[in-house]
């Protein structure tokens, strides 16, 4: 945990920093496996080994939110759970908790890194996991303790940090093979879509979009300086992506007519000043390397050239006024022409794109997840 004279030597240095700134073990299978008709497996392409050395890092440990989940909200009282068809129904395993109607982009990095299995949930880990590595991500966990308060439980990015430590030190877990580790974050969006832009949300009354961003960027800086103390050295922070595009904002905000460009916006500052920090953690941290993702740049030519032109509009059945798949409702029958699966999460094929992209370097700064893990 961290104790007061840490918190007090951060701060400290935080101070300086704020005036600077004025930012399921399941089987694994093939990295473009995606299946074109509702229910149903067709064969899939001739897939790219994804990992012609082996497996390139000793374990790998993930953060962050709903994009990351593969079941930890499962037991949780939450509304922000997927264990249920049509999730899942391109996976393997099923429904999961994964959100998503297959893998997410966890599921495709561990792929192209070469393990064998899936990450599997910290829900239900066994010690004997911790050395292989676990997934610690919520659906609508958030950098603040009070973000997704609408959702029910979740667990936060401080919680999630907690977790590993325990995890790790339960298991005793080598320092110097926590070294060798891979490490992704995915955070923030909730922080935006379920608190700052929250109706009458007095967050959003308290702060602009640029001291929101700054708030939320110093007590990033916290957990990931915690994870560094517990021997993170290959560390990629992933961007909020266009939150404003999303359908549920679209429906919400921006009349059902387009893009909601305030929101886009802030998340735009959020990721400017999440950069900084990148660099600051680079040049203030001894032979540690850190990554900025930014999965959504350039992605709209990306997607059209791979047939993905479906954009504004969820793949499954969706209630008005919600964000996921009504239970067992019908689904778009050629998922692999949508961006969206439901009003917020993103189809099994643009999360396999948006992690091929982060693994090769392609708006990634300064390293690929490749050179991380090389």
Same mark, same amino acid.
């Given at each position: ?25 399941? /089987? ?7 299946? &074109? ?15 012609? /050395? ?10 962050? =939110?709903?994009? &990351? =989940?593969? @079941? ?17 129904? #391109? ?11 297959? /893998? +997410? ?38 950098? /603040?303790? #009070?973000?997704?308060?609408? %959702? ?23 320092? !110097?093979? %926590? ?6 974050? +995915? ?22 979009? +640029?001291?929101?961003? !700054?708030?939320?960027? %110093? ?14 050295? +290959? ?5 909020? @992506?266009?939150? @404003? ?7 919400? %905000? ?6 909601? $460009? $305030? ?25 540690? !390397? ?46 692999? !022409? ?22 090769? @370097? ?13």
């Amino acid at each position: 945990m961290l104790t007061v004279a840490s918190i007090a030597t951060v701060l400290g240095f935080l101070l300086i920093y704020y005036s600077i700134l004025f930012s399921d073990g399941n /089987r694994r299978i093939n990295v473009f496996d995606y299946r &074109f008709e509702s229910g149903k497996r067709v064969t899939p392409p001739a897939p790219v080994a994804p990992s012609a /050395r082996g497996q390139q890092a000793q374990c790998y440990f993930v953060f962050g =939110d709903s994009v &990351f =989940d593969n @079941g930890n909200n499962n037991a949780l009282n939450t509304i922000a759970k997927v264990n249920y068809l049509p999730y899942g129904i #391109d996976f393997s395993q099923g429904p999961t908790g994964r959100f998503s109607n297959g /893998r +997410n982009i966890p599921d495709v990095i561990a792929e192209l890194v070469g393990f064998n299995n899936y990450i599997p949930p910290f829900v239900g880990a066994s010690p004997a996991q911790a050395h292989i590595g676990i997934n610690y991500a919520s659906g609508g966990g958030g950098i /603040r303790e #009070d973000s997704s308060q609408n %959702l029910g439980e979740k667990i936060s990015l401080r919680e999630q940090v907690d977790n590993h430590r325990s995890a790790i030190l339960r298991a005793a877990v080598p320092r !110097k093979q %926590l070294k060798q580790c891979l490490y992704t974050i +995915n955070i923030g969006s909730n922080d935006y879509l379920n608190n700052y832009f929250l109706p009458l949300s007095p967050t959003r009354r308290r702060y602009t979009p +640029n001291q929101y961003a !700054k708030s939320l960027i %110093l007590l990033y800086r916290i957990y990931v300086k915690e994870l560094h103390k517990l021997g993170a050295r +290959n560390v990629a922070l992933f961007g909020i @992506g266009k939150i @404003g595009c999303t359908p549920r904002i679209i429906a919400s %905000l921006g009349g059902g007519t387009g893009c909601v $460009e $305030e929101v886009n916006q802030a998340a735009d500052i959020f990721n400017n000043y999440l950069k900084v920090l990148v660099i600051d953690l680079n040049n203030n941290l001894f032979g540690a !390397k850190f990554t900025y993702v930014d999965l959504f740049s350039g992605n709209a030519q990306d997607f059209a050239a791979r047939g993905i032109t479906v954009s504004g509009r969820s793949c499954c059945t969706v209630a008005a006024g919600e964000e996921l798949c009504a239970a067992n409702g019908p689904v778009c029958t050629n998922r692999t !022409k949508y961006i969206f699966w439901d009003n917020v999460h993103t189809t099994e094929i643009v999360n396999a794109v948006a992690a091929n992209k982060a693994f090769n @370097g392609v708006n990634t700064s300064p390293y690929s997840i490749s050179q991380l893990v090389n």
